[in-house]
């Protein structure tokens, strides 16, 4: 079992940086993929980022490319997505997910985070 507490939310100016937390319980966290999902109002949820157990290899969605930066720190059973150059379409419940393979991690999850919000005004 792998619970995943997400943190770093919050209310932003267009233009300005965040980032986001993921603090992940268990020993095998280095096991895991990790990926960043969001959701914004009255939208499906979408793919954000995703990286390998190692760090490795990493993977973003094209609306996000060369804005965010996601990463792992397996020493600290966390993963972070920082955000820069954010827009106000950025706004969303941001979500942290975990897969045992990389390549599901995009389409089925094998565990999900609470969320945080990200809220970008103009």
């Known amino acids: 079992q792998v619970q995943l507490v997400e943190s770093g939310g919050g209310s932003v100016q267009a233009g300005d940086s965040l980032r986001l937390s993921c603090a992940a319980s268990g020993r095998t966290f280095s096991s895991y993929a990790m990926g960043w999902f969001r959701q914004a109002p009255g939208k499906e949820r979408e793919f954000v980022a995703a990286?390998?157990?190692?760090?490795?290899?990493?993977f973003y969605a094209d609306s996000v490319k060369c804005r965010f930066t996601i990463s792992r720190d397996n020493a600290k059973n966390t993963v972070y997505l920082q955000m820069n150059s954010v827009k106000p379409e950025d706004t969303a419940v941001y979500y942290c997910?975990?897969?045992?393979?990389?390549?599901?991690?995009?389409?089925?999850?094998?565990?999900w985070g609470q969320g945080t919000q990200v809220t970008v005004s103009s």
């Open positions: 990286i390998s157990g190692s760090g490795g290899s990493t």
């Open positions: 997910a975990a897969a045992l393979v990389l390549v599901k991690l995009r389409t089925v999850p094998e565990y």
